[in-house]
């Protein structure tokens, strides 16, 4: 019995074996394999590898995962897997790195075990200091200038994502302990066409701007195209040397992903890494190529260089942008060495003068090819005083620093180099164009000769700025600075008569929303039109002031617009003229005169039918529909430091030179109402 009794329990202790561990007679097996065997990761941080098992002739059950020829610090999760079938089993892997590994490549062996079975796959690890840099931005729609929200963004170093993001509702982020290095930032976000930045320089770039348009088509690919820049399609442009001229040549790659056919390709030279392009200046320049995949061979020189380089070799920037059909955005820094042997290097030169500092903030921004302003804008420049501003604001900014000035001197400068400082002591650079002169200083600072227009995306509202303008020769010749505090976006809403209502005078009062002293201004303009909708524009019923500008201001006291708190004045000039319509301290009116009632404490005003005398009718026709908007609407502020000058405009909308209708702006508010018997 008891030999009977021993071959039966070893037979049951081999089938228990065999149930409760992996199968592993002589022909079951499995292979390891990584989808990718290159791994970046920082100090500090961790990455993830996919990995994938593959059983072989039916093999099933637990394998254990294990790193050989790690550094201590080096970790890996999960530490198993379980093959439960024929089918190849696909595992996320997590690898962390503590911050005490050293920085270097590592080659790491992967090692699965089940059982007797031993399979290994090796994976290279390089391991990237933790950085101390950081790099912020903002994403802006370039169509409307209203910030980006909720875009994801991507960095990537080297191929290896490298921190991942998603705008807040200003279209801000921001990225830190980042190592050195050159970077690419992509961002996405559902309606929106895609954008990337490629050669982000860390740490010469703290901050960035990207421009993001809405799709052309959602449908569409929103892959932005990837472009090959050299000096004519073979030699290399980044890192080389150039003497006076740049050649360059842009392509397409037309075997990747983006819309057929291309929109638009700028490029230009700056001196900081990832500045704003300049929009066109006296003595700058930018070139531009239409519908094009390929710009052919080309140059930069002449103002496309101006004021850049030097004799000895600075190293400057060279950006190039593109836009496919479906608005999709490239944007490449490459960095050059510039020899510019222009003899105005060598000049002994004077200070430029008259430099004044504008701050502009848009409501919505105006870009490279949806030209949506007239050159000019009728604005006033101070009290009492009217004059043209133009509006030509950097590629989707919705804030800028317009800088003027003026060089009369006969010795021409090399370059005119614009600075900026927020504590009156320490001065950065911000731009520069070439030098040149002017014997002209006009009064209004919007018509001085030379110009620069900041858009740094680190510019913010109720922040005082100064400016000055260094001319640059064999010398530095500084300029007395000018100051100004950008506003805030600025929104008039209109209050009465409501939208689409009925049973309304015939001699209505129109209110509108006043938020001047909410927004920090000293002031704000106002255009008003009316119209008949049974006939359209072709026949307005009244245009406040003739088309003038009436401006309405809250007072702010000495240190604004010298109107004591509390009281308020309305006024305009038509005709040149200065007519007061209210004036509730008597400052200008001894009569106190009322016409345009104002609200302070509620932040409106009231302008009645024909309060100017400039209607068609004396009073609008029975049962009859009108429509009624804000054809100028905009804040100001004045600098009492520099003669009451007004140094900071917040522009809510202007009048369009394309619009079959009196709509200023797309967005701009509209109200309709009919009148009664």
Request: glycine share 10%; hydrophobic share 35%; with cysteine.
């Amino acid at each position: 019995m008891r030999d009977l009794f021993f071959p039966l329990l070893m037979g049951l202790a081999l089938l228990l074996a065999a149930c409760s561990g992996p199968r592993n007679d002589l022909s079951s097996d499995f292979t390891l394999s990584l989808e990718s065997t290159t791994l970046v990761a920082q100090q500090g941080g961790d990455r993830t590898l996919q990995l994938t098992i593959t059983p072989k002739s039916g093999f099933t059950g637990e394998v254990s995962l294990s790193l050989e020829n790690a550094p201590e610090g080096v970790s890996l999760s999960p530490t198993s897997v379980r093959v439960t079938g024929t089918a190849p089993v696909t595992q996320t892997l997590t690898i962390a790195v503590s911050s005490s590994v050293e920085p270097r490549n590592y080659t790491i062996m992967l090692k699965g075990t089940a059982g007797s079975i031993v399979k290994s796959v090796n994976f290279s690890l390089e391991v990237l200091p933790t950085g101390s840099h950081n790099l912020s931005g903002i994403i802006l729609s370039e169509g409307a200038g209203a910030p980006v929200q909720g875009a994801t963004l991507r960095l990537y170093l080297q191929g290896t994502l490298m921190r991942t993001a998603t705008s807040d509702g200003e279209g801000r982020f921001a990225l830190d302990r980042l190592p050195e290095g050159v970077y690419r930032l992509e961002v996405q976000k559902p309606g929106m066409a895609g954008s990337v930045v490629e050669g982000i320089r860390v740490p010469d770039m703290s901050s960035i701007t990207v421009i993001q348009k809405p799709a052309f088509d959602a449908s569409a690919t929103t892959t932005p195209p990837t472009l090959n820049i050299t000096q004519n399609g073979t030699n290399s442009l980044e890192g080389q040397t150039f003497t006076s001229t740049i050649p360059f040549r842009v392509q397409v790659d037309t075997f990747k992903d983006y819309v057929k056919p291309m929109r638009y390709i700028y490029v230009a030279l700056g001196r900081t890494p990832g500045s704003a392009f300049l929009s066109q200046t006296a003595t700058s320049s930018r070139s531009f190529f239409a519908n094009t995949e390929d710009t052919g061979n080309q140059t930069l020189s002449g103002s496309q260089v101006a004021g850049l380089g030097d004799t000895d070799g600075e190293k400057v920037y060279l950006e190039v942008v593109a836009y496919d059909f479906n608005n999709n955005r490239s944007h490449y820094i490459l960095p050059v060495t510039f020899i510019n042997t222009a003899s105005t290097q060598t000049n002994t030169v004077s200070a430029p003068t008259q430099v004044a500092a504008t701050a502009i903030t848009l409501t919505q921004a105006v870009g490279f090819y949806n030209v949506k302003a007239p050159l000019t804008f009728t604005v006033p420049l101070g009290k009492g005083q009217v004059g043209e501003m133009p509006l030509a604001a950097p590629e989707g900014s919705n804030l800028y620093v317009e800088v003027r000035w003026c060089y009369t001197d006969s010795v021409v400068p090399f370059a005119f180099d614009i600075e900026r400082s927020a504590d009156g002591q320490n001065w950065i650079r911000v731009g520069t164009v070439g030098g040149a002169r002017s014997a002209s200083c006009p009064t209004n600072a919007f018509n001085r000769p030379f110009f620069f227009r900041d858009a740094s995306p680190d510019l913010t509202p109720g922040q005082s700025y100064s400016y000055r303008v260094v001319a640059r020769g064999a010398n530095r010749a500084e300029s007395a600075s000018s100051s100004t505090t950008p506003l805030p976006p600025f929104f008039a809403p209109l209050q009465a008569p409501a939208d689409e209502i009925k049973n309304v005078s015939k001699t209505p009062n129109f209110v509108i929303g006043h938020p001047q002293l909410n927004l920090g201004a000293d002031g704000a303009a106002y255009n008003l039109v009316l119209w008949d909708t049974l006939t359209g524009e072709s026949v307005v019923a009244w245009q406040t002031l003739g088309g003038g500008l009436l401006l309405v201001e809250f007072g702010t006291g000495d240190e604004g617009n010298r109107i004591p708190q509390g009281e308020a004045l309305v006024y305009g000039l038509p005709g040149g003229n200065l007519a007061v319509y209210t004036d509730t301290a008597g400052l200008l009116d001894s009569s106190r005169p009322s016409r345009v009632p104002v609200d302070v404490a509620q932040g409106t005003a009231t302008l009645p039918y024909n309060f100017d005398g400039y209607a068609s009718l004396p009073e609008l026709q029975a049962l009859r529909t009108y429509a009624w908007q804000l054809y100028v609407s905009y804040a100001y502020k004045y600098n009492p430091a520099e003669g009451y000058r007004i140094s900071a405009y917040s522009i809510q909308t202007w009048p369009s030179t394309t619009s079959f209708i009196r709509l200023s702006r797309p967005g701009t508010q509209v109200f309709e109402f009919t009148t009664g018997e």
